[in-house]
């Protein structure tokens, strides 16, 4: 039998369980894209640039196991983009390598010889592994191994380049097709490394969990471990729904004075599930006695072994635990409530509203900068892999297309986004998916144009902007009645359009994650150059009391 090479990559993905695809149609890939339309399980979504292609796969991948189609087929989906050769935007792949997240990126490109950079190189640095198919017998298989290589042991994104003379030319291929069967999960856990963390937790008095964004899979098991063992538990910030805000054990993310204080006597710290951008206080790391890291699947065989170990009885010491973490984050709350925010929203006052009038089982997503820090600081977070955000890496424009992934693969669900006026100005623009898709999607975007600041804008007319795509509009000027703009707003989303709630953010008080990323910075730094900032600071801070 005869068959065009894209209607073998059709054939690879629907085997693959691709159910959305997403880049930007030009010459090299457009037969693919001709081919994909007609199949009856993968939707492809057009986007403005391959940035907001890489950034919409990056959410799909996060996402993919609790999505309503994973609930229904038990499977899983990894993010897809189309894209081309020539158009490589590595800025959305470097934030799936660094954080570990699956992409598969197929690629059309020219069969004219150094018709265009080369590629694979380009990108070979931030991708796990890079293919250029030759043949119309490899496509499938080829396919079918980059899936594998993305989404075993460390997560990340793979390459496949398909030249056009392979998609468009028919070619005899053995029939049958291979069938796409998962590969059995070959991790094998460290059974000596298991025993060691054992002895550790059980011998300390004051145990604790620190987690990260990959221990979101097993928020279960890490409940059932934090209370066979009275310890509390700090996440990072991207790993702020890794476990339940609302749980007594939960001390809060790893920067703030709830976590420090709950974290103050720690003598043995379990890791779980973080990478190299998750941000711990290593001062605080060099005071602990012992310290032990995990991957995620091997809590639960920790878990099993522990309880035949017949843990000590702790009730007295997680009643004493959980009164301090509560005092220590009411502590916390009421400090950001008295801060006087001049006029404008207080980010307490906002995040606590939006907490009153979200779903449980909302998705909240976050871009790059400020504003995220913020969200992951003071809005409670409860259920697994229902906070989004990207790493430190710049990945400016994330939170648009991200919201609008997760949205169209969850319709019936919640789809909140937490974005800057500089990110809405970088991929504003792609809310347009959500309304031709009439997806009800909520952008929150904390408008920080201020004149006194050193990110001035200039005057924006949002809501002009949101006319213009067509989503609703709804300000936020100070804090007076802002649960009754949410829900007016939660209500027009409902109804499927998109909304845009413009926020009249405070951004004079730093979150306590921003002071310890500043910290941190500074401490790397010879003293010289330290003193060198302080300066700075006063004169700036002396300059700014004067135009006031």
């Not at 059932?224 to 809060?252: K, M």
């Not at 091997?298 to 099993?304: G, I, P």
């Not at 995040?351 to 409670?380: K, M, Q, W, Y």
């Not at 975007?445 to 809501?463: A, E, F, M, V």
Request: hydrophobic letters at 40%; proline letters at 5%.
């Amino acid at each position: 039998m005869t068959n065009t090479g894209a209607q073998l990559v059709r054939y690879a993905l629907e085997q693959l369980n691709i159910q959305h695809v997403f880049g930007v149609v030009s010459t090299h890939n457009r037969e693919i894209y001709h081919e994909l339309n007609s199949s009856a399980t993968i939707k492809t979504h057009l986007v403005n640039q391959e940035l907001s292609a890489a950034f919409m796969a990056d959410a799909i991948s996060r996402t993919s196991h609790i999505s309503e189609a994973a609930q229904t087929n038990k499977i899983a989906e990894i993010g897809t983009m189309l894209i081309t050769a020539d158009a490589i935007i590595s800025q959305g792949i470097i934030e799936a390598f660094v954080t570990g997240v699956p992409l598969l990126i197929i690629a059309g490109s020219s069969d004219e010889p150094n018709s265009s950079l080369d590629s694979q190189q380009l990108i070979a640095p931030v991708t796990k592994a890079c293919f250029k198919v030759t043949q119309h017998q490899d496509i499938v298989s080829t396919l079918f191994e980059a899936y594998q290589i993305a989404t075993n042991g460390k997560p990340g994104p793979v390459y496949v380049e398909i030249p056009m003379g392979l998609q468009w030319l028919s070619e005899d291929i053995d029939q049958p097709l291979p069938l796409h069967r998962p590969a059995a999960n070959q991790a094998q856990l460290l059974t000596d490394k298991i025993n060691n963390a054992i002895q550790i937790l059980l011998k300390a008095e004051h145990p604790a969990l620190y987690l990260g964004w990959h221990a979101t899979q097993v928020q279960p098991a890490l409940i059932a471990l934090a209370e066979a063992i009275a310890a509390p538990v700090c996440t990072s910030l991207q790993g702020a729904s890794a476990f339940p805000a609302r749980h007594p054990l939960h001390a809060g993310l790893v920067a703030t004075p709830s976590a420090q204080r709950a974290l103050k006597d720690c003598d043995a710290l379990l890791i779980v599930g973080t990478n190299s951008d998750d941000i711990i206080d290593t001062e605080l790391l060099s005071t602990i006695s012992n310290v032990v890291q995990l991957d995620p699947q091997a809590v639960t065989a920790l878990l099993h072994q522990l309880k035949q170990s017949e843990p000590d009885d702790n009730l007295e010491r997680t009643s004493n635990l959980v009164k301090n973490i509560a005092k220590y984050k009411a502590q916390q709350k009421e400090d950001w409530l008295e801060h006087n925010s001049k006029g404008r929203v207080n980010p307490a006052v906002f995040f606590d509203a939006l907490s009153n009038v979200i779903d449980g089982n909302a998705i909240v997503v976050t871009g790059h900068g400020t504003h995220r820090a913020l969200a992951a600081e003071l809005l409670p977070i409860n259920s697994p892999c229902s906070f989004i955000s990207p790493s430190n890496y710049n990945a400016k424009g994330y939170c648009i297309p991200a919201v609008n992934a997760i949205k169209l693969a969850n319709p019936s669900k919640q789809v909140i986004g937490i974005a800057s006026d500089g990110s809405m100005l970088i991929s504003g623009s792609e809310a347009l998916t959500a309304v031709r898709n009439k997806i009800g999607t909520v952008y929150c975007l904390l408008n920080n144009n201020q004149p006194s600041t050193l990110k001035n804008l200039g005057h924006i007319n949002w809501g002009a902007f949101a006319d213009s795509l067509e989503c609703g509009y709804f300000p936020i000027t100070n804090n007076s009645g802002i649960d009754t703009i949410l829900r007016r707003a939660l209500e027009t989303a409902a109804q499927g359009q998109p909304v845009i709630i413009d926020v009249c953010i405070d951004y004079s008080r730093k979150s306590y994650y921003a002071q310890s990323q500043e910290k941190a910075a500074q401490d790397r730094l010879p003293s010289r150059d330290k003193l060198e900032i302080v300066k700075r600071a006063i004169v700036r801070k002396i300059m700014g009391a004067r135009a006031s």
